[in-house]
């Protein structure tokens, strides 16, 4: 394996990863809930949810951060090598995954795992595994290559 050096970059990964944490941390402190991305927006589109304020005030800080991000510093080029369509479906399958799996990377990778939780621990291996095998058919049986 090559390490591309000049795309590699420890420290913002890590700053990045600190203030996911942080954030995680600061929600659940907060509000007595993980932060589950899936679980977060699935509960806004159900009537009568409660904390409706701090849950859209968490999803529009998502949003917000790149955003903010481009008034000090210029966006990544982002490049697709599939079709739009096929990006559309990809996100079809995750958002189903998210529902069937009872969380995301998000609810049992970040906040799962660092509460020791055996469910999440088992979910994040299986969406883990699933991830990769799905790259390993894509890009090495299904290329052509």
């Keep these: 394996m090559l390490v ?6 420890p420290w913002s990964s890590l700053a990045g990863g600190a203030l996911i944490g ?3 941390g600061l929600f659940v402190v907060a509000n007595g809930r993980i932060a ?3 679980g977060l927006l699935g509960s806004l589109l159900q009537r009568g949810a409660e904390g409706r304020g701090e849950k859209v005030c968490f999803l529009l800080g998502l ?4 955003l903010s991000w481009q ?11 599939i079709a739009p369509w096929l990006l559309m479906v990809a996100g079809l399958l ?10 995301c990377t998000s609810g049992h990778g970040v906040c799962g795992l660092s509460r020791l939780s ?3 621990a088992v979910a994040t291996l299986c969406f883990m595994a699933a991830g990769f095998a799905t790259v390993f058919v894509v890009r090495h049986l299904l290329s052509g290559a």
């Design 71 to 81: 008034v000090f510093w210029a966006m990544p080029t982002v490049q697709f090598s």
């Design 22 to 24: 942080l954030a995680a």
């Design 94 to 103: 995750v958002g189903l995954g998210t529902r069937y799996g009872g969380g």
């Design 4 to 9: 591309d050096m000049a795309a590699f970059t």
């Design 36 to 38: 589950g991305i899936s």
């Design 63 to 66: 949003i917000a951060a790149p």
């Design 118 to 120: 055996p469910r999440s």
